[in-house]
Nanobody, 123 residues
């Protein structure tokens, strides 16, 4: 299974970007998905989650009202719409999918990550 992010770019402050995360060999509507970011020297931080039912949840305070997560089941892709970008949003952005699969009477967790896409916001 594979996740691949795209859409990262250099953008001016106040601009917008839409990141995509396309999945192969897993069905994202069966997974709990999320967007994270990690800047050099910093810990990876959770930005927002999307339930299996497609409900956005748990937005980080710094992105509330500016970022929106969504999913297109037909394209098996999740998105992160980012508006009013700020220089502090500069980071590598990653998508994550978590699947729980029945195995020997219990649920086995599978975590998938993409390689990331770089977002750079200039002031």
């Amino acid at each position: 299974a594979q996740l691949v992010e795209s859409g990262g770019a250099l953008v001016q402050a106040g601009g917008s970007l839409r990141l995509s995360c396309a999945a192969s060999e897993i069905t994202l509507s069966n997974a709990e998905t999320a967007w994270y970011r990690q800047a050099p020297g910093e810990q990876r931080e959770l930005l927002a989650e999307l339930t299996k039912e497609g409900i956005p949840t748990n937005y980080q305070d710094s992105v509330k009202g500016r970022f929106t997560v969504s999913r297109n089941n037909a394209e098996n892709t999740i998105y992160l719409q980012m508006n009013d970008l700020k220089p502090e949003d500069t980071s590598m952005y990653y998508c994550n999918a978590v699947l729980f699969v029945p195995a020997n009477g219990h649920l086995k967790r599978y975590d998938y990550w993409g390689p990331g896409t770089q977002v750079t916001v200039s002031s």
